[in-house]
């Protein structure tokens, strides 16, 4: 970053937003991690989502769709390192979520959560076959319209 200038930590291009540095959510699990100075990056948007919650190092040197190698990022190694002495800079804020409200309550937490996907994940199933069935009934109606 330069005065008036701030610039994607990932390949140098305009930032668009602000980077999870290390993922503050993988497996639908919390790591930790927090939004805070010492785990946010610029970065622009086709970094973001491309990286996701992934390793940012292993994400920048994977052939992974718009990684910075991906895409031929010429001062990459230049890039790594100032992001390797940035992750060095400060230890990050990062929370025992079950310590901090007990394992019980956690526990509880994460049951229903688990339960609240399943049930999402069986809507969305049941709404494939509404439109399925929608589909047929609409094509049908096509076929024989009403006089």
């Known amino acids: 970053m330069a005065p008036g200038s701030c610039r994607c930590a990932y390949c140098g291009d305009p930032r668009t937003e602000w980077d999870h540095f290390r993922p503050i959510v993988k497996g639908r699990q919390p790591t930790g991690y927090i939004t805070e100075i010492a785990n946010l990056v610029p970065a622009c948007g086709k970094c973001n989502q491309s990286k996701g919650n992934k390793n940012w190092k292993e994400w920048m040197l994977s ?52 339960t609240a996907v399943a049930h999402l994940s069986e809507a969305q199933k049941v709404a494939l076959e509404l439109l399925a069935i929608i589909e047929v009934g609409r094509a049908n109606r096509d076929m024989h319209p009403v006089s």
Request: no cysteine; glycine share 6%; hydrophobic share 35%.
């Open 63 to 114: 052939t992974a769709a718009r990684s910075p190698r991906q895409r031929g990022i010429s001062d990459l190694g230049e890039r790594v390192a100032r992001l390797e002495a940035y992750e060095r800079w400060r230890e990050p804020v990062r929370l025992d979520y079950a310590a901090i409200v007990g394992p019980e309550r956690w526990s509880q937490y994460q049951n229903l959560l688990n």
